[in-house]
């Protein structure tokens, strides 16, 4: 089979994007997280699809990439914290105009 290249750092890019953002928004919105789970999942199959069935000749990977996408991930926490905080931030903040609760 003759097809195009199999660009990894793409498809890294993508699953870190996916797991950041899920991370980002975990707190206000949970069901993210289970969205977040089904695309990596999906993203999983489509790509070992394609790159077992449609690339020409795989391309000899080394294990830099992986090592730098694993350290990227230490980053998802910062984001999920930070998520976290605006969210909790906005939810417990009163404007002047809102009713008082009792």
């Given at each position: 089979?003759?097809?195009?290249?199999?660009?990894?750092d793409i498809r890294y890019?993508?699953?870190?994007?996916?797991?950041?953002?899920?991370?980002?928004?975990?707190?206000?919105?949970?069901?993210?997280?289970?969205?977040?789970?089904?695309?990596?999942?999906?993203?999983?199959?489509?790509?070992?699809?394609?790159?077992?069935?449609?690339?020409?000749?795989?391309?000899?990977?080394?294990?830099?990439?992986?090592?730098?996408?694993?350290?990227?991930?230490?980053?998802?926490?910062?984001?999920?914290?930070v998520g976290q905080f605006i969210?909790?931030?906005?939810?417990?903040?009163?404007?002047?105009?809102?009713?008082?609760?009792?």
């Open positions: 089979l003759e097809g195009p290249e199999f660009d990894i890019g993508d699953l870190m994007c996916v797991t950041q953002v899920a991370a980002f928004y975990a707190f206000a919105l949970p069901a993210g997280l289970f969205m977040g789970i089904a695309t990596l999942f999906f993203n999983y199959f489509i790509d070992k699809y394609i790159f077992l069935r449609r690339i020409a000749n795989p391309p000899a990977l080394g294990d830099q990439v992986s090592k730098k996408m694993i350290k990227q991930l230490e980053w998802t926490v910062l984001y999920f914290g969210t909790a931030k906005s939810l417990l903040v009163c404007t002047p105009g809102d009713p008082p609760t009792s």
